[in-house]
């Protein structure tokens, strides 16, 4: 006699936990094996075991403050979830060359991105891969815990207020930028539109579609963008 087929909530309830685990051990792993991927400054000054449990212990934080408040990590609302992420991240690496287009007389190497003299393989291992532990620190973390903190107090029909939301998830984005975009008065305007913009888009995207939507469009921006920016002229 055959078993029943698991139920439609056993299933969600096994992808919303293994999910966010696989997610948490990726940045673990990430954060021991490529330190510079670790989104924090002098990351290597800290052991790989520092390094991991630091990640894991964000995660979870992370993951605790999220459920809190209603954040969903596995992708929901889309039929394709893989191929809205691969457009979004096209339609991103689009407008940042059109961005870096309109600015470049004032760039100088560091604010391209583009590492120059590095080869793409390693601008792509180290941009894709950078951006998972940044979605794990910032957005899972930082994000879901202002969230939380500020929808303590900023409440509607008593639940957490929709500006909530929006408010700590940008508030988190602004703390990435804060600790690793150095600030230039003359660059402030490019600064915007080139990394406080597109955070806006990883908020949207983790607050409507789920982290692993934001993380994966944010990686899939990387995939399209690198291979472009070296054909631009100079």
């Not at 999910?19 to 990430?30: D, I, K, R, S």
């Not at 393989?121 to 891969?129: A, N, Q, T």
């Not at 930082?142 to 508030?171: E, T």
Request: net charge positive.
């Amino acid at each position: 006699m055959k078993e029943p087929a698991p139920s439609s909530t056993v299933q969600r309830i096994t992808a919303r936990d293994a999910v966010p685990a696989a997610l948490l051990v990726t940045g673990a792993v990430l954060a021991v094996l490529v330190p510079p991927c670790f989104p924090f400054p002098h990351a290597t000054a800290y052991l790989a075991a520092v390094r991991a449990l630091l990640m894991l212990a964000t995660g979870m934080a992370g993951l605790y403050c999220a459920r809190r408040c209603g954040l969903e990590i596995v992708p929901h609302g889309l039929r394709h979830p893989v191929r809205f992420s691969l457009i979004a991240g096209a339609s991103v690496a689009a407008y940042l060359l059109l961005v870096d287009a309109v600015f470049r007389a004032a760039l100088t190497g560091d604010h391209a991105e583009s590492l120059p003299g590095v080869a793409l393989s390693v601008r792509l291992i180290y941009y894709v891969l950078r951006s998972v532990n940044e979605g794990i620190v910032y957005q899972l973390f930082f994000g879901s815990a202002f969230v939380f903190l500020i929808g303590r107090v900023w409440r509607h029909d008593g639940a957490i207020a929709p500006g909530a939301y929006w408010l700590g998830l940008i508030l988190a984005h602004a703390l990435n930028l804060a600790i690793n975009v150095p600030f230039e008065a003359s660059a402030l305007a490019y600064d915007t539109l080139r990394f406080f913009v597109p955070g806006l888009l990883w908020a949207y995207l983790y607050r409507r579609h789920g982290l692993s939507v934001a993380i994966a469009a944010h990686a899939a921006t990387h995939l399209f963008f690198q291979p472009l920016i070296g054909l631009a002229p100079s």
